[in-house]
């Protein structure tokens, strides 16, 4: 059984309790506070704590589980890396609804085969709720258009 143990996810997994440990010892240099006064440790440290257990549920999980081989489909990685970059770089310069519509139309030719019906509806969408939540709700200093 230790044979098959798949490392990658391992290892994964021992990030995620390492990270864990990482945020309890940093949390604990803050004052903790109680439950009904928290102090600026008191989340961190909680933080911590639930990483860690998730962690080693995590480590349980490969030890039961048979190895899988990965891979790492670079298409949709880069096709959703354009579309955050497009978005952060158009979100100021072109306006709120061309950096969605880019965002969206980017991410979606990370599929195979490409679903531009299904990413019009969604920028449509997207747009709205944009428009309305953030620049009309919130208050937020974004134009909707360069114009």
């Given at each position: 059984?230790?044979?098959?143990?798949?490392?990658?996810?391992?290892?994964?997994?021992?990030?995620?309790?390492a990270l864990g440990v990482f945020v309890i010892a940093v949390g604990q240099s803050y004052p903790?506070?109680?439950?009904?006064?928290?102090?600026?440790?008191?989340?961190?440290?909680?933080?911590?704590?639930?990483?860690?257990?998730?962690?080693?549920?995590?480590?349980?999980?490969?030890?039961?589980?048979?190895?899988?081989?990965?891979?790492?489909?670079?298409?949709?990685?880069?096709?959703?890396?354009?579309?955050?970059?497009?978005?952060?770089?158009?979100?100021?310069?072109?306006?709120?609804?061309?950096a969605i519509w880019a965002l969206v139309f980017l991410s979606v030719m990370g599929e195979k085969?490409?679903?531009?019906?299904?990413?019009?509806?969604?920028?449509?969408?997207?747009?709205?709720?944009?428009?309305?939540?953030?620049?009309?709700?919130?208050?937020?200093?974004?134009?909707?258009?360069?114009?």
């Amino acid at each position: 059984m230790l044979g098959n143990i798949n490392k990658a996810e391992t290892a994964a997994a021992l990030v995620v309790v390492a990270l864990g440990v990482f945020v309890i010892a940093v949390g604990q240099s803050y004052p903790m506070g109680t439950l009904a006064r928290m102090g600026p440790g008191y989340f961190p440290v909680l933080l911590g704590g639930a990483l860690m257990l998730i962690g080693i549920g995590l480590i349980f999980e490969v030890l039961r589980s048979q190895p899988v081989k990965l891979s790492f489909p670079l298409r949709p990685f880069v096709a959703l890396m354009g579309g955050i970059v497009a978005f952060a770089v158009l979100a100021e310069r072109a306006g709120l609804v061309p950096a969605i519509w880019a965002l969206v139309f980017l991410s979606v030719m990370g599929e195979k085969p490409a679903r531009f019906k299904n990413a019009f509806g969604i920028s449509v969408v997207m747009s709205l709720i944009g428009v309305f939540v953030f620049i009309k709700g919130l208050g937020i200093p974004l134009s909707m258009f360069w114009w």
